[in-house]
């Protein structure tokens, strides 16, 4: 079994309420536009491991640590993670396939600033955008996603809403 906490769109915004929301997750994962690279090192401090793509916003050491695109297995469950994939009935160019294709059991994106949670019951994928976790943008609530992967089932997610508040 293990806890993941998700978060996306973090543009900088480092908010000492990731580390009380994901204390006691085994991951924590980063849907894109992470801003500064120490975003993720504060991340890494809080779990042992920490997967993150980047988004259209990141560059420099972002970009050469993170892909675009990430596919893996957490506890038999096939993962996709990417920035810009859209959403079921609205994925973005080549994704319905390349879900289907690889066998993808949950899809994690992030860019809109808008939390969405979705099951395709045509490809059979779990769709989770966890929001905006940072200031910028158009967002009126600040989101993180905390969900269970147990031996190829996903459950008990959990949203959690921190207020429009600046970093």
């Not at 978060?7 to 994962?29: M, V």
């Not at 988004?55 to 892909?67: M, P």
């Not at 994925?91 to 390349?98: A, E, F, I, T, V």
Request: charged letters at 25%.
């Amino acid at each position: 079994m293990k806890k993941i906490g998700i978060l996306s769109d973090t543009h900088s915004c480092w908010d000492d309420r990731y580390t009380k929301h994901f204390a006691g997750c085994d991951e924590i994962w980063h849907a894109g536009d992470v801003g500064d690279i120490s975003v993720i090192r504060r991340l890494e401090e809080v779990v042992p491991v920490v997967r993150a793509v980047s988004g259209n916003i990141d560059h420099g050491e972002v970009c050469r640590r993170c892909k675009e695109l990430e596919i893996f297995e957490v506890e038999g469950v096939k993962v996709l993670m990417t920035h810009i994939g859209g959403y079921p009935g609205r994925y973005s160019p080549g994704m319905k396939r390349l879900l289907f294709e690889n066998q993808i059991n949950l899809m994690v994106a992030g860019h809109s600033h808008i939390l969405k949670v979705m099951w395709d019951k045509e490809i059979q994928v779990l769709h989770v955008n966890p929001g905006a976790a940072g200031y910028h943008g158009w967002q009126k609530e600040r989101t993180l996603v905390r969900l269970v992967i147990d031996n190829g089932n996903m459950r008990d997610l959990e949203v959690i809403e921190l207020g429009k508040v600046k970093c």
